[in-house]
């Protein structure tokens, strides 16, 4: 595979990724219909249990996977806030 057709793949990926966080936060519009509060310790330390184990099993940097976490619940918390 040359690096044209790699750069291709990762381009697709990219589109993926955004596509999923998108749904992600379409999602988290919905939930704040459902919760009183729109900060929930309890729900973020138990995603950042699971990001950290779910990274770890994927041979991923734990630390990258909750940087990626912290920007995907500030922007949830920024999404709900506007509702």
Do not use: P, Y
């Amino acid at each position: 595979m040359n690096l044209k057709e790699l750069r291709r793949q990762i381009d697709a990926l990219d589109r993926e990724i955004l596509a999923k966080v998108t749904e992600r936060l379409q999602l988290c519009r919905r939930t704040v219909m459902e919760k009183k509060h729109i900060e929930d310790a309890d729900r973020e330390s138990a995603l950042k249990i699971l990001w950290q184990s779910e990274a770890r099993s994927l041979g991923l940097s734990e630390s990258f996977a909750l940087a990626l976490l912290t920007q995907i619940l500030t922007e949830s918390k920024r999404i709900q806030r506007e509702q």
